[in-house]
């Protein structure tokens, strides 16, 4: 029986399950995907080409994914009124992972992000975005092959939480005054006030999935990013907690960095060190070859994660996944660029590289280094859409889903 008014279903697809802390995957498993707005339906129909032609190159067609629409953004307020409908989150549930191009935000009241919210309702606490180069993108950096680094991103506290007061309404007043009054603050009259919440639970399980993710990977080096010289009790409690957590769980399997300094072998071990932020911006420029994976708070991360980006060709090649417990997404890192909607103009290759992720979540890994290869053998042959194109010399311009043909004749 079909429980989605919106969405259907596929009906030869199974569900994949999670008990235990381990998933389980059928051959032809259900996955929900947000179209998206403004070029979501471009980059969405070349991802589509390009990850079901990976699938079955790799699996000979005994493995195939069974596609869900399911609904979020302008498209979803069209057809049912609301901008995040509760059956999206309920497929999403049901069947662990889900794909999404890029969302606009309703203008005036009410929902700050579609995004955000996203992140928020289904607990995907810990947003991982994989940065390196392809070779011959174009890249402002003189050697933009150093940088290869992972950035795992909390998702869920910090400044995002969205608890604010704008500047000469009661609320933030009152807020004032008790700070003033009762905390001993100096605050400004008229000021805007936002708070910043950071807790060890929330820390703590953001920094065991990293540790963890380095060990299944077999990454050496783990720094959490922090601006604690300043925001001793939020920035600096993060890193505190990130060393308290590899302490408690992971005790034989990590090393603080300090202990390296003082000579100890570090080997069959991941380095767990720290950095302050505004120093990590300069090592990601100076010595990026020195750093694999890169742990922060929210909006550390937002920042250091589009920086990189930059770095190795901007965010039209950024993949981007937020995970939980049970449940993961993975989308698209950039904007909807409405201005380019339905020109088949843009490049599909975050949304890709982001699917790419999906598959290597649910273990897949040979049709995701397919992926991989195709694209890598795409901007080789110099076949690119414009945003390449324009910054490469001999390219050849072509559309969106032409690209996307290009990957899958280059696996």
Known sequence: MNEYRYARIPETGERITHGEGVIQVPDRPIIPFVEGDGIGPDIWKATKHVVDSAVREAYGGKRSLAWMEVYAGQKAHEKTGEWLPEETFHAMREFKVGLKGPLTTPIGGGIRSLNVTIRKILDLYSCIRPVRWIEGVPSPMKDPGRLDVVIFRENTEDVYAGIEWASGTPEAEKVRRFLVDEMGAQIREGSGIGIKPMSPFGT????????????????????????????????????????????????????????????????????????????????????????????????????????????????????????????????????????????????????????????????????????????????????????????????????????????????
């Open 204 to 411: 703590k399980r953001h920094v065991a999935a990293a540790i963890q993710y380095a060990l299944d990977r077999g990454l050496s080096k783990l720094t959490l990013v922090h601006k604690g010289n300043i925001m001793k009790f939020t920035e600096g409690a993060f890193a505190d907690w990130g060393y308290e957590v590899a302490r408690e769980r992971f005790p034989d399997q990590t090393i603080p960095e300090s202990r390296v300094w003082e000579g100890e072998d570090p080997a069959g071990r991941v380095v767990i060190g720290d950095r302050i932020a505004d120093a990590m911006f300069q090592q990601v420029l100076l010595r990026p070859d020195e750093y694999e994976l890169l742990v922060t708070p929210n909006l550390n991360g937002d920042y250091l994660s589009d920086a990189c980006a930059a770095q190795v060709g901007g965010l039209g090649m950024a993949p981007g996944a937020n995970i939980g417990d049970e449940v993961a997404v993975f989308e698209a890192t950039h904007g909807t660029a409405p201005k380019y909607a339905g020109q088949d103009k843009v490049n599909p290759g975050s949304l890709i590289l982001s699917a790419g992720m999906l598959l290597e979540h649910i273990g897949w890994g040979e049709a995701a280094r397919l992926i991989d290869k195709g694209l890598e053998g795409a901007v080789r042959a110099r076949t690119v859409t414009y945003d390449l194109e324009r910054q490469m010399e001999g390219a050849t311009t072509v559309g969106t889903f032409r690209f996307g043909e290009e990957i899958v004749r280059n696996m």
